[in-house]
């Protein structure tokens, strides 16, 4: 492309347009930045305001709860002295004596020292009131309260629910503790009734300021009331959440429900009496009292806020025409005279006496000749840009890729390089007369079923296919493809490379097909495998029942022969017949082995949950009642539980406990355990069968669980062998595994796993 020499015009020969003005002016905007300014000072004080309110809750909360501590404190002590009172009382020779009448008048006595004390009396240990200070109860029935019944049960001061006397009628408490004689027998309890509007008055210079306080019990009743107007004694407190604090024995501070109306300040202290809570000083006071100073305080800043604001946006009004409103239009007269053309005349207006308006009129002047020195470079950059697309033209058709284009809407091809050409057997030419569906036919039709406008979305990063494409001469090849939509000489197209994946799909096909025929092998081979195992079974209960005629036959024969020789049988003739005897019953032995060990390889699983302790108890049971004799320390632990066949898992019980039980009979004190593996917890079970007899040598290990095995002579322990080789088809059966440690003539342990997931 030939240079040129970049030369301004400011030729904007642009008409002056109607505009239609804001409704928001300038000095309107000034006035409203200075009330926006405003917003944060607002902020900030509702913050402020905010935090003040809420440490003042905070400190308010706490002087709540110490004024309760303080009055709890109070009636806790006053409590204890009574108490203490009662204690020398219940020692006072009136007391501990027989004479009903001294004793009436001793309490009275003492009734008219305390103050706030109704009634003092002695209960005796049938619950008979023996005498008391109005001299009128003599005999009454008080078995019934609680505070004797808890002081007969502790021995100790208590404190009694609120009531009405019977005999002074009036609502009271009542402190109590036991009479005791010096050989400290219990010969009744000494009481005091109080007087419940006398103990509340005693610490009324404790109630909050606005709030009041209240004296309940452990059921949330009032007992006296400080402050406030409140229900009367004997009812609940009104004050839902602090009964509920009351009977949760929720203490200290409670927190206020902004949902109630109105809502308060709550704290609860308790009043130990005896070393029991059974009486509760509750605080409150109305959160607004609290925070309406702050609130009135909050009211004051605001509008002192709101006058200064007032007054500075009045001075901008007044203010803002001349210093800044009339520079701006002038400002925006010269822009419209730039929009005109008449730059020059523009540059020449009075300079503003702001210095930056006179800094943004400069430049708007250099703004303009910037514009003008971008609209040359953006030229120069097409140029450019043309000749890069013509270098992309000259490397995509020299690209070794098979690459062609097709418009997106007529599906037309527009350009192919010339491996394209040569992979498809036409010339260049050839190729940009045809369409899409000449090449590619089930691209064509997809994109005709939908307005085809398929290659105007289409931009795979990947390759898809494998797609099938048409050659010259007819044949099919397989390809997988890679298309991208492009702007093809300004108008949308695809981009589209090729890549033959025919021989590869061949060759993936032989390998299915091989895979295919080995398959089948397999299954050929397990359908033979399960034939030779149906046929070894068939073969096992032939030869067992084959094996089982002639055996009966020879056990017969041989009780006959002793039969018939009787006592006239020497010492070598009954030898033989015993051999004979015993060879039948090891052979019949081992025939109900064999057919065991093939019943568990073959029987279907019956699954459901299944106790093994209960199974390993009745195992033992059966031993112990073949063999009562023998004493064996036998430890089952409970709660072993899984899942699988009951059946089974009895089989491997018997075979596993019947090693223990037959290897033990040579142990003094033999034991047997059957416990959980420590630390083992989830769905698996994992459990051991342990006993200190004969044991085994570990180096033999890898020999247990075969069949015919044997680690021990059968002079010393009779055996088939195949118990074991059982027990590990079983516990496979079962998705699990075993496992033995041993040492000679210290025991064996056998470990098991027994998994959720059985195998069929």
Same mark, same amino acid.
């Given at each position: 492309?030939?240079?040129?020499?970049?030369?301004?015009?400011?030729?904007?020969?642009?008409?002056?347009?109607?505009?239609?003005?804001?409704?928001?002016?300038?000095?309107?905007?000034?006035?409203?930045?200075?009330?926006?300014?405003?917003? #944060?000072?607002?902020?900030?004080?509702?913050?402020?305001?905010?935090?003040?309110?809420?440490?003042?809750?905070?400190?308010?909360?706490?002087?709540?709860?110490?004024?309760?501590?303080?009055?709890?404190?109070?009636?806790?002590?006053?409590?204890?002295?009574?108490?203490?009172?009662?204690?020398?009382?219940?020692?006072?020779?009136?007391?501990?004596?027989?004479?009903?009448?001294?004793?009436?008048?001793?309490?009275?006595?003492?009734?008219?020292?305390? #103050?706030?004390?109704?009634?003092?009396?002695?209960?005796?240990?049938?619950?008979?009131?023996?005498?008391?200070?109005?001299?009128?109860?003599?005999?009454?029935?008080?078995?019934?309260?609680?505070?004797?019944?808890?002081?007969?049960?502790?021995?100790?001061?208590?404190?009694?629910?609120?009531?009405?006397?019977?005999?002074?009628?009036?609502?009271?408490?009542?402190?109590?503790?036991?009479?005791?004689?010096?050989?400290?027998?219990?010969?009744?309890?000494?009481?005091?009734?109080?007087?419940?509007?006398?103990?509340?008055?005693?610490?009324?210079?404790?109630?909050?300021?606005?709030?009041?306080?209240?004296?309940?019990?452990?059921?949330?009743?009032?007992?006296?009331?400080?402050?406030?107007?409140?229900?009367?004694?004997?009812?609940?407190?009104?004050?839902?959440?602090?009964?509920?604090?009351?009977?949760?024995?929720?203490?200290?501070?409670?927190?206020?429900?902004?949902?109630?109306?109105?809502?308060?300040?709550?704290?609860?202290?308790?009043?130990?009496?005896?070393?029991?809570?059974?009486?509760?000083?509750?605080?409150?006071?109305?959160?607004?009292?609290?925070?309406?100073?702050?609130?009135?305080?909050?009211?004051?800043?605001?509008?002192?806020?709101?006058?200064?604001?007032?007054?500075?946006?009045?001075?901008?009004?007044?203010?803002?025409?001349?210093?800044?409103?009339?520079?701006?239009?002038?400002?925006?007269?010269?822009?419209?005279?730039?929009?005109?053309?008449?730059?020059?005349?523009?540059?020449?207006?009075?300079?503003?006496?702001?210095?930056?308006?006179?800094?943004?009129?400069?430049?708007?002047?250099?703004?303009?000749?910037?514009?003008?020195?971008?609209?040359?470079?953006?030229?120069?950059?097409?140029?450019?840009?043309?000749?890069?697309?013509?270098?992309?033209?000259?490397?995509?058709?020299?690209?070794?890729?098979?690459?062609?284009?097709?418009?997106?809407?007529?599906?037309?091809?527009?350009?192919?390089?010339?491996?394209?050409?040569?992979?498809?057997?036409?010339?260049?030419?050839?190729?940009?007369?045809?369409?899409?569906?000449?090449?590619?036919?089930?691209?064509?039709?997809?994109?005709?079923?939908?307005?085809?406008?398929?290659?105007?979305?289409?931009?795979?990063?990947?390759?898809?296919?494998?797609?099938?494409?048409?050659?010259?001469?007819?044949?099919?090849?397989?390809?997988?493809?890679?298309?991208?939509?492009?702007?093809?000489?300004?108008?949308?197209?695809?981009?589209?490379?090729?890549?033959?994946?025919?021989?590869?799909?061949?060759?993936?096909?032989?390998?299915?097909?091989?895979?295919?025929?080995?398959?089948?092998?397999?299954?050929?081979?397990?359908?033979?495998?399960?034939?030779?195992?149906?046929?070894?079974?068939?073969?096992?209960?032939?030869?067992?029942?084959?094996?089982?005629? #002639?055996?009966?036959?020879?056990?017969?024969?041989?009780?006959?022969?002793?039969?018939?020789?009787?006592?006239?049988?020497?010492?070598?003739?009954?030898?033989?017949?015993?051999?004979?005897?015993?060879?039948?019953?090891?052979?019949?032995?081992?025939?109900?082995?064999?057919?065991?060990?093939?019943?568990?390889?073959?029987?279907?699983?019956?699954?459901?949950?299944?106790?093994?302790?209960?199974?390993?108890?009745?195992?033992?049971?059966?031993?112990?009642?073949?063999?009562?004799?023998?004493?064996?320390?036998?430890?089952?632990?409970?709660?072993?539980?899984?899942?699988?066949?009951?059946?089974?898992?009895?089989?491997?019980?018997?075979?596993?406990?019947?090693?223990?039980?037959?290897?033990?009979?040579?142990? #003094?004190?033999?034991?047997?355990?059957?416990?959980?593996?420590?630390?083992?917890?989830?769905?698996?079970?994992?459990?051991?069968?342990?006993?200190?007899?004969?044991?085994?040598?570990?180096?033999?290990?890898?020999?247990?669980?075969?069949?015919?095995?044997?680690?021990?002579?059968?002079?010393?322990?009779?055996?088939?062998?195949?118990?074991?080789?059982?027990?590990?088809?079983?516990?496979?059966?079962?998705?699990?595994?075993?496992?033995?440690?041993?040492?000679?003539?210290?025991?064996?342990?056998?470990?098991?796993?027994?998994?959720?997931?059985?195998?069929?």
């Amino acid at each position: 492309m030939t240079d040129t020499t970049f030369e301004p015009t400011y030729s904007l020969d642009a008409d002056d347009l109607n505009r239609r003005r804001a409704w928001l002016s300038l000095r309107k905007l000034l006035v409203l930045m200075v009330l926006l300014a405003a917003v #944060p000072l607002a902020v900030v004080e509702l913050i402020s305001n905010d935090d003040e309110q809420r440490l003042q809750l905070e400190r308010a909360r706490d002087e709540l709860n110490a004024r309760a501590a303080a009055m709890a404190d109070q009636y806790k002590a006053h409590l204890n002295g009574v108490g203490q009172f009662l204690l020398a009382v219940s020692q006072a020779p009136p007391i501990t004596g027989q004479d009903r009448e001294a004793c009436a008048r001793y309490l009275g006595r003492l009734r008219a020292l305390v #103050p706030g004390m109704l009634n003092i009396g002695l209960i005796g240990t049938d619950g008979r009131l023996v005498c008391e200070a109005t001299g009128k109860g003599y005999g009454v029935s008080l078995g019934d309260r609680d505070y004797f019944i808890q002081a007969l049960g502790s021995g100790q001061v208590t404190l009694g629910a609120y009531q009405v006397g019977r005999i002074t009628g009036r609502p009271s408490i009542v402190l109590a503790r036991p009479a005791r004689t010096d050989g400290n027998r219990v010969t009744g309890v000494v009481y005091a009734a109080l007087d419940l509007a006398t103990l509340t008055g005693d610490v009324s210079g404790q109630a909050a300021p606005a709030g009041r306080m209240h004296l309940l019990d452990a059921a949330g009743l009032v007992l006296g009331t400080i402050g406030e107007a409140a229900p009367s004694i004997g009812h609940p407190v009104a004050d839902a959440p602090l009964r509920q604090a009351v009977l949760e024995r929720r203490t200290g501070p409670i927190d206020a429900s902004l949902d109630e109306e109105p809502a308060r300040l709550r704290a609860l202290q308790p009043v130990d009496v005896g070393g029991q809570s059974v009486l509760y000083v509750a605080a409150t006071v109305p959160l607004q009292a609290v925070i309406a100073p702050l609130q009135r305080s909050l009211y004051t800043s605001l509008a002192g806020i709101l006058a200064i604001v007032v007054t500075v946006a009045a001075l901008v009004w007044a203010f803002g025409q001349r210093l800044i409103v009339r520079p701006v239009e002038r400002l925006v007269a010269g822009i419209r005279q730039v929009e005109a053309g008449d730059f020059a005349r523009a540059l020449n207006q009075t300079p503003s006496p702001l210095r930056e308006l006179g800094d943004l009129q400069r430049s708007l002047a250099s703004l303009a000749i910037t514009l003008e020195a971008q609209r040359f470079e953006r030229d120069q950059a097409l140029g450019a840009l043309i000749d890069r697309e013509a270098r992309y033209r000259e490397l995509f058709k020299a690209n070794p890729q098979v690459m062609f284009v097709y418009d997106s809407r007529t599906l037309r091809l527009l350009a192919a390089n010339e491996a394209a050409a040569a992979y498809y057997g036409f010339s260049r030419d050839e190729m940009l007369q045809k369409v899409l569906a000449d090449i590619w036919p089930g691209r064509s039709t997809a994109a005709s079923q939908q307005g085809g406008a398929m290659a105007e979305t289409a931009d795979r990063r990947q390759p898809s296919g494998p797609v099938s494409h048409r050659l010259r001469n007819g044949a099919i090849r397989q390809v997988e493809v890679l298309e991208s939509s492009i702007l093809f000489e300004g108008f949308p197209a695809a981009l589209v490379m090729v890549t033959d994946v025919t021989e590869r799909l061949a060759a993936q096909t032989r390998e299915r097909e091989g895979a295919e025929r080995l398959e089948q092998r397999v299954a050929e081979r397990t359908r033979e495998l399960e034939l030779s195992l149906r046929e070894l079974e068939a073969f096992s209960y032939s030869v067992s029942h084959d094996l089982r005629n #002639p055996l009966g036959a020879v056990g017969m024969f041989g009780q006959m022969l002793q039969a018939h020789l009787g006592d006239g049988a020497d010492e070598q003739a009954q030898t033989y017949l015993a051999r004979i005897e015993q060879g039948v019953r090891g052979m019949e032995r081992l025939i109900d082995d064999l057919l065991t060990l093939a019943k568990v390889a073959r029987a279907p699983l019956s699954v459901g949950p299944v106790d093994l302790s209960a199974l390993s108890r009745e195992v033992i049971d059966e031993f112990r009642q073949a063999d009562p004799h023998r004493a064996v320390d036998v430890r089952l632990e409970e709660d072993l539980h899984c899942t699988g066949d009951a059946g089974l898992l009895r089989q491997m019980l018997v075979n596993l406990l019947g090693n223990a039980w037959k290897f033990t009979a040579r142990t #003094p004190h033999a034991r047997i355990c059957v416990g959980r593996e420590p630390g083992t917890t989830g769905p698996v079970l994992a459990f051991f069968v342990q006993d200190n007899g004969a044991g085994f040598d570990m180096k033999f290990a890898g020999r247990l669980f075969l069949p015919f095995e044997r680690l021990h002579g059968d002079h010393d322990f009779p055996g088939t062998g195949i118990g074991l080789a059982t027990v590990q088809r079983i516990v496979a059966r079962h998705g699990g595994r075993i496992w033995a440690e041993a040492v000679p003539e210290q025991g064996a342990t056998f470990h098991v796993e027994l998994g959720t997931r059985l195998p069929g």
